[in-house]
């Protein structure tokens, strides 16, 4: 059976999106926009695996 791996590219600046926290990592509800996508693809019963792409001047958001 073939698998499928889902990528997300989260590597952007957020320069249109004024603010200090990059608006992939804004809270929106109880988890972070980012969050929010990761759990919607890894609850998808088609995908294997999920990986995420990140600016690396955001390693310190991403882990939070």
């Known amino acids: 059976m073939p698998q499928t791996h889902?990528?997300?590219?989260?590597a952007g600046s957020s320069t249109r999106l004024p603010g200090e926290v990059p608006?992939?990592?804004?809270?929106?509800g109880?988890?972070?926009v980012l969050?929010?996508?990761?759990n919607r693809l890894m609850g998808h019963p088609a995908i294997n695996s999920?990986?995420?792409v990140i600016?690396?001047?955001h390693r310190a958001h991403y882990d939070a």
């Open 6 to 10: 889902a990528l997300i590219v989260a």
């Open 23 to 28: 608006k992939v990592y804004r809270q929106l």
């Open 55 to 57: 600016n690396p001047a």
């Open 35 to 38: 969050r929010h996508s990761i």
């Open 30 to 32: 109880d988890f972070a």
């Open 50 to 52: 999920v990986q995420v």
